[in-house]
């Protein structure tokens, strides 16, 4: 399979732990993307990248979520000290530049108890 | 105001209806849009572009308005299979990039 890839798909933590997770874009692709979804609501944009540079992150929630691409091919997504209010669904996606398509992988389901 | 505005619906339809939706957006400034199909539990996925001349695919039908600052997708001869959550995307300048930027979506339910 040569689409998105996103690891854990799942995710039970409790407040106050720190957790990471793991996106592998296309291959091809040298954007990558990070979004958060909660029930009833389209994905809202955390981040992103175009190779191994982080171009936007003004819109992640808190200083205490972080995100890396130190090769410019998989990316990780960490949180900090959970609250219940981070659980949600995290979702990476890929495009190649100058194409705006987002391929997205099948999200990482985090439930902070 | 929302950046990216779309009615949640749900819309109710029978089989073989035609069904429509818009989704307005904010910064006169944006560069692309599209509609992306969600299904229950699964990710977002690339349903069409939208282009100012207006494109088709099959059933659907996508026409963008720039000077009123929306899109509209239309769904002709509506299937089972169509029921979905339909996500707008506009891409919003924001600090010399142009951010993917989803509405809540709108729900479509399509009964026999």
């Known amino acids: 399979d040569t689409g998105v890839s996103q690891d854990p798909r799942h995710k039970i933590t409790k407040r106050g732990q720190n957790v990471t997770f793991r996106c592998d874009p296309i291959?091809?692709?040298?954007?990558l993307y990070w979004y958060r979804q909660t029930l009833g609501q389209g994905p809202e944009f955390l981040t992103y990248?175009?190779?191994?540079?982080?171009?936007?992150k003004s819109r992640l929630l808190s200083d205490r979520f972080s995100a890396e691409r130190p090769k410019g091919s998989f990316s990780t997504l960490e949180i900090q000290r959970t609250e219940q209010g981070d659980s949600a669904m995290y979702l990476c996606?890929?495009?190649?530049?100058?194409?705006?398509?987002?391929?997205f992988g099948s999200g990482t389901q985090l439930s902070v108890l | 105001r929302k950046e990216v505005e779309q009615d949640p619906g749900p819309f109710n339809v029978p089989e073989g209806a035609t069904v429509a939706f818009n989704c307005t957006y904010s910064?006169?400034?944006?560069?692309?849009f599209f509609w992306y199909r969600q299904d229950c539990r699964k990710e977002p996925k690339l349903l069409m572009s939208?282009?100012?001349s207006g494109n088709e695919d099959g059933r659907f039908t996508a026409q963008l308005n720039r000077a009123s600052q929306y899109i509209s997708l239309l769904i002709r001869d509506s299937k089972l299979s169509d029921s979905a959550t339909y996500l707008c995307?506009?891409?919003?300048?924001?600090?010399?990039?142009?951010?993917?930027?989803f509405g809540r979506g709108t729900s479509l339910i399509v009964h026999p």
């Open positions: 995307v506009v891409s919003l300048a924001a600090g010399g990039s142009y951010i993917p930027t």
């Open positions: 990248f175009q190779n191994e540079a982080q171009l936007e």
């Open positions: 910064n006169s400034a944006s560069q692309s």
């Open positions: 996606a890929s495009s190649q530049q100058g194409e705006e398509k987002l391929f």
């Open positions: 939208v282009y100012s």
């Open positions: 291959s091809e692709h040298n954007r």
